[in-house]
């Protein structure tokens, strides 16, 4: 399925820059906060950390774990949602949460629970749409309305994220934010099967990356 392979494809491009600003994974405890069918939590696994997947959707959970069981590895998969992460109070040294801001109902509680999961200095590493006319553009009148690359409704451009509004989310909640850590990502080119490959780059209009340590 084209989808499936375009979330596949977006994991490479995400960690090059989780690795370049929280290198190492071996032995920690990781949350993948909405990991649907577990493409991050299998590249998380193959890095040596220990990880919970957390999904509402019980059928992607189901899927996750027929591919993970397939590749031999180990993961445990939780249904549950950000708002009421089902994991114990600082258990997580890092938590990665990816294509899934923009879509919660409460986004103040999930950054909360992300909060409470992780532990003292534990870090948080997320990617969101940018609100802009262009990544609203793009995102639903190309890539669902006209190349149909994701399913038609996945995305409303109103619960869009700004950066300076993430990072004044993150630092009531007292986390440590450097906006100038915050990096782009966005279309790069496309390989022979059609699928729009992305990567990192300066501008954080469409997709911005970044990071939040808790104090």
């Known amino acids: 399925m084209r989808f499936q392979r375009s979330l596949k494809l977006l994991v490479k491009p995400r960690f090059q820059y989780f690795e370049q600003v929280a290198p190492g994974w ?12 577990g493409y991050m939590s299998e590249a998380l696994a193959e ?27 180990r ?3 939780r249904l549950g ?11 997580m040294d890092r938590v990665i949460c990816v294509d899934v801001l ?9 950054l909360s629970e992300i909060r409470r999961v992780l532990r003292p200095g534990g ?28 399913p038609r409704g996945t995305h409303d451009p109103k619960n869009f994220i700004k950066p300076h509004e993430l990072q004044h989310s993150l630092e009531r909640l007292g986390f440590l934010v450097d906006p100038n850590k915050f ?12 699928d729009i490959l992305f990567g990192l780059i300066p ?13």
């Not at 923009?102 to 999930?110: A, M, P």
């Not at 501008?203 to 990071?211: F, I, M, R």
């Open 26 to 37: 071996q032995g920690l405890d990781v949350l993948d906060l909405g990991c649907g069918g």
């Open 47 to 73: 890095r040596g950390a220990r990880v919970v997947g957390v999904d509402p959707s019980a059928a992607s959970l189901e899927a996750a774990r027929r591919h993970t069981a397939q590749a031999g590895l």
């Open 75 to 77: 993961i445990d998969y």
């Open 81 to 91: 949602v950000g708002e009421a992460i089902p994991a114990a109070d600082r258990s």
């Open 102 to 110: 923009e879509h919660v109902q409460d986004l103040g509680k999930v």
């Open 123 to 150: 870090i948080v590493l997320f990617d969101t749409l940018n609100r802009s006319w262009l990544s609203g553009f793009l995102a639903v009148e190309i890539a669902e309305d006209l190349l149909r690359i994701i």
């Open 183 to 194: 990096k782009g990502m966005g279309p790069v080119g496309i390989n022979r099967r059609g």
């Open 203 to 215: 501008l954080t209009w469409l997709v911005y990356l970044g990071y939040a340590i808790k104090a």
